[in-house]
């Protein structure tokens, strides 16, 4: 099953601060975060790993709670950089393929 | 390096007609899928591979066909097109990931199909 994400979409000035959240009905290991602008490929952001680990290399935060099943992604002083739609990705299966949610349209204005 | 190579980008098809999306990758990923995105609706895997000759289906296999002959290449084939398959289709790959945590996924630029 899919994880479900809200807000579905989110307006923002740059320098606010908005949060995504993604869920998830099954038991999570790990949570996958990307980003896709408008009409280009999605890219990715950072992983979260059962335990507290995180591997990424963008100036986003996340959290993830495993005995909620839930994550949330964090957008801290929002930059023009930072529109786009935001997907979570949880993976299942023996070779991690990833399901995702059907995505947070982020828009930040000067 | 070239990374995640699809073609054609763009692509008008009649309701019938059967055309093939290829993808290519040059990082020696094991793993290959075809997503399909419509709006409101995220990312659809369609089929994936983990490896030469190993193919199986996602959520949304009906109406498509795969085939993994090669490490590099990951054909999509669309056997009867019909409107319901105007889409943006994604090719990625990844090297094989894990139950617990997957691995990072990387994307083709995206094709573009509008079936009439």
């Known amino acids: 099953q899919q994880p479900v994400q809200s807000p579905q979409a989110v307006i923002l000035r740059e320098g606010e601060d908005a949060v995504i959240n993604c869920s998830s009905s099954k038991a999570l290991y790990s949570v996958h975060w990307y980003r896709q602008k408008h009409g280009e490929a999605p890219v990715f952001l950072m992983i979260l790993l059962k335990g507290g680990e995180q591997k990424g290399h963008e100036k986003i935060s996340a959290s993830f709670n495993e005995k909620k099943q839930q994550s949330s992604l964090y957008l801290t002083a929002s930059q023009l950089s930072y529109s786009g739609t935001y997907f979570c990705g949880t993976p299942g299966g023996s070779w991690g393929k990833l399901q995702f949610g059907a995505g947070t349209q982020v828009v930040v204005t000067p | 390096n070239a990374g995640v190579t699809q073609t054609p980008k763009f692509q008008v098809l009649k309701t019938g007609q059967s055309m093939t999306l290829q993808c290519a990758q040059d990082?020696?990923?094991?793993?290959m899928s075809w997503y399909r995105q419509d709006p409101g609706m995220g990312l659809r895997l369609i089929h994936y591979s983990v490896g030469a000759g190993i193919t199986d289906q996602g959520e949304v296999p009906n109406g498509y066909n795969v085939s993994r002959s090669t490490t590099e290449d990951f054909p999509l084939r669309l056997l009867s097109a019909a409107p319901s398959q105007t889409s943006v289709y994604f090719c990625?790959?990844?090297?094989?990931?894990?139950?617990?945590?997957?691995?990072?996924?990387?994307f083709g630029e995206g094709s573009w199909l509008t079936v009439v």
């Open positions: 990625a790959s990844s090297p094989v990931g894990t139950r617990n945590s997957g691995n990072t996924i990387y």
């Open positions: 990082m020696n990923h094991e793993y």
